[in-house]
């Protein structure tokens, strides 16, 4: 069974920076997409970046050169630097896996809240 532990997670004041981590139960993320999704209260939860099997990434647009996703060399883990955090940042992050063969929307950790104060 995926096991996906986040860490990282923190208060930071607007400008800071945070490295979230994922580690995963095994080198799960040389053979499924990983990525890391935002809640903030009261919206729903959405994809912040997301890093495939053959190192391609996607961002979201709120993002973009503002956060970089990347994985370890042994593909056990993923990371998510971010950079010139904003307060519409404040969310609880939660790291996914999605193995291609599978349906749904894959395996959650249990979430690292980030909050970014003004």
């Known amino acids: 069974q995926v096991q996906l532990v986040e860490s990282g997670g923190g208060l930071v004041q607007a400008g800071g920076s945070l490295r979230l981590s994922c580690a995963a139960s095994g080198s799960i993320f040389s053979i499924s997409t990983g990525g890391w999704y935002r809640q903030a209260p009261g919206k729903q939860r959405e994809l912040v970046a997301s890093i495939a099997r053959d190192g391609s990434t996607i961002y979201a647009d709120s993002v973009k050169d503002r956060f970089t996703i990347s994985r370890g060399n042994a593909k056990d883990t993923v990371f998510l630097q971010m950079d010139s955090l904003r307060p519409e940042d404040t969310a609880v992050y939660y790291c996914?896996?999605?193995?291609?063969?599978?349906?749904?929307?894959?395996?959650w950790g249990q979430g690292t809240q980030v909050t970014v104060s003004s």
């Open positions: 996914n896996s999605r193995f291609p063969w599978e349906p749904g929307t894959g395996h």
